[in-house]
């Protein structure tokens, strides 16, 4: 007797699950508060496996010379997905290099990656740490293929999302699949996206409201860590000398740049170079464009959830936000009445805010962090 009820009841029961699947998908795809859609990449299309495999990818040790270094040992989700509070990256042996490293969280919504923007992709972003001699120190990615045609688990993956196996697999798929699943690693929906977007007015606190308005007028920090009507990125994907790193270096720059562009080094050997080389490095973006006008230049980074990312700037040499903007403050300089480099680039210059004004700032950029890493911030303080 109870057969065509039950009946009628599972199968009500499978259409509300696959109603609730649906809508569960529908809302994975809506970016954060805040943020836009997650731009699509020709050619390299999501969907769960690749996710699945690039996450695979990214925490395996075995990708380096040591078996020690994965991706996430300088992208940890633990701490933000960087090294956290490491001033330059470790790699093999604990060698260290340049640079500090850049959260992956909303990495993919930059123009470039690196702190130079060398690399045009996270798809190519993912192939040169593999082979960079600080860091996996690699000869070359031919250990990787080896592993992921030959290792059961991979070869499954790599046939269920790519249809190839054997040498088929090369090194355009294992960095296809890293590059979705760091497409994955978006947050928003902060105490500021809430305030801004959604209109909570009690979202942020009288003195993250107060540095709202330092950051809109007398810091003049939006300039760069751009704020739009229906979204914020908190960059311009743009490439600035504000004076870190290069006012050290400044008078050597002439030489330094006829030595560099009579080297004409590879991307491979710049690679290496502006990680191995400590005044390369400074020479910033002139590295990727050969352009005077981009020395010492840095890429914009985001905001978001910096008050989790310490230490600061592309060398990690400022520890604290209030370094940050006290730098900014003094017009690019760490310590008032230090020289200026003469390639600052335009706006940099002193601010005049008071020691009120500078907290508030503080305050208002550690109003970014998103929930999923508000524990971080509480554990800072």
Same mark, same amino acid.
């Given at each position: 007797?109870?057969?065509?009820?039950?009946?009628?009841?599972?199968?009500?029961?499978?259409?509300?699950?696959?109603?609730?699947?649906?809508?569960?998908?529908?809302?994975?795809?809506?970016?954060?508060?805040?943020?836009?859609?997650?731009?699509?990449?020709?050619?390299?299309?999501?969907?769960?496996?690749?996710?699945?495999?690039?996450?695979?990818?990214?925490?395996?040790?075995?990708?380096?010379?040591?078996?020690?270094?994965?991706?996430?040992?300088?992208?940890?989700?633990?701490?933000?997905?960087?090294?956290?509070?490491l001033?330059?990256?470790?790699?093999?042996?604990?060698?260290?290099?340049?640079?500090?490293?850049?959260?992956?969280?909303?990495?993919?919504?930059?123009?470039?990656?690196?702190?130079?923007?060398?690399?045009?992709?996270?798809?190519?972003?993912?192939?040169?740490?593999?082979?960079?001699?600080?860091?996996?120190?690699?000869?070359?990615?031919?250990s990787?293929?080896?592993?992921?045609?030959?290792?059961?688990?991979?070869?499954?993956?790599?046939?269920? *999302?790519?249809?190839?196996?054997?040498k088929?697999? &090369?090194?355009? @798929? /294992?960095?296809?699949?890293?590059?979705?699943?760091? %497409? $994955?690693?978006?947050?928003?929906?902060?105490?500021?996206?809430?305030?801004?977007?959604?209109?909570?007015?009690?979202?942020?606190?009288?003195?993250?409201?107060?540095?709202?308005?330092?950051?809109?007028?007398?810091?003049?920090?939006?300039?760069?860590?751009?704020?739009?009507?229906?979204?914020?990125?908190?960059?311009?994907?743009?490439?600035?000398?504000?004076?870190?790193?290069?006012?050290?270096?400044?008078h050597?720059?002439?030489?330094? *740049?006829?030595?560099?562009?009579?080297?004409?080094? &590879?991307?491979? @050997? /710049?690679d290496?170079?502006?990680?191995?080389?400590? %005044? $390369?490095?400074?020479?910033?973006?002139?590295?990727?464009?050969?352009?005077?006008?981009?020395?010492?230049?840095?890429?914009?980074?985001?905001?978001?959830?910096?008050?989790?990312?310490?230490?600061?700037?592309?060398?990690?040499?400022?520890?604290?936000?209030?370094?940050?903007?006290?730098?900014?403050?003094?017009?690019?300089?760490?310590?008032?009445?230090?020289?200026?480099?003469?390639?600052?680039?335009?706006?940099?210059?002193p601010?005049?805010?008071?020691e009120?004004?500078?907290?508030?700032l503080?305050?208002?950029?550690?109003?970014?962090?998103?929930?999923?890493?508000?524990?971080?911030?509480?554990?800072?303080?």
């Amino acid at each position: 007797m109870n057969t065509k009820p039950m009946g009628w009841f599972a199968a009500a029961s499978l259409l509300f699950a696959a109603a609730d699947l649906c809508a569960a998908q529908k809302a994975a795809k809506r970016p954060p508060l805040g943020l836009p859609p997650v731009p699509t990449v020709a050619g390299n299309p999501q969907t769960p496996e690749k996710i699945a495999l690039g996450k695979k990818l990214f925490e395996d040790k075995r990708f380096s010379s040591t078996g020690e270094v994965s991706c996430s040992k300088c992208h940890d989700p633990a701490k933000a997905f960087t090294d956290s509070p490491l001033k330059t990256s470790e790699g093999i042996r604990k060698l260290t290099g340049t640079r500090n490293a850049p959260t992956v969280i909303n990495a993919a919504y930059f123009e470039t990656q690196f702190w130079d923007g060398r690399s045009p992709s996270l798809e190519d972003q993912a192939l040169h740490p593999f082979v960079n001699p600080v860091e996996h120190g690699l000869k070359d990615h031919e250990s990787i293929l080896k592993i992921v045609r030959e290792d059961p688990d991979y070869a499954r993956a790599f046939q269920q *999302v790519f249809g190839k196996s054997g040498k088929e697999i &090369t090194m355009a @798929e /294992v960095t296809k699949a890293i590059a979705a699943f760091e %497409r $994955t690693i978006v947050a928003g929906n902060s105490p500021f996206d809430r305030y801004y977007f959604k209109g909570e007015e009690n979202a942020l606190t009288p003195a993250q409201k107060r540095g709202f308005q330092v950051f809109l007028n007398e810091g003049r920090c939006v300039s760069c860590h751009v704020i739009e009507q229906t979204q914020a990125l908190f960059t311009d994907n743009r490439f600035h000398n504000i004076g870190v790193g290069f006012n050290a270096i400044q008078h050597e720059a002439p030489a330094l *740049v006829s030595e560099f562009i009579r080297a004409k080094a &590879t991307a491979s @050997e /710049v690679d290496v170079k502006v990680l191995t080389d400590k %005044r $390369t490095s400074e020479l910033g973006r002139l590295v990727v464009t050969k352009r005077f006008d981009d020395i010492g230049a840095f890429k914009t980074p985001t905001l978001r959830n910096v008050a989790v990312t310490a230490p600061y700037m592309h060398d990690g040499s400022l520890q604290t936000l209030r370094d940050v903007v006290v730098h900014y403050n003094n017009g690019g300089v760490t310590k008032e009445g230090d020289p200026v480099n003469d390639f600052l680039s335009g706006g940099i210059r002193p601010l005049r805010l008071t020691e009120q004004q500078i907290d508030d700032l503080v305050a208002f950029m550690e109003a970014l962090t998103s929930p999923e890493f508000a524990h971080l911030q509480k554990a800072s303080k």
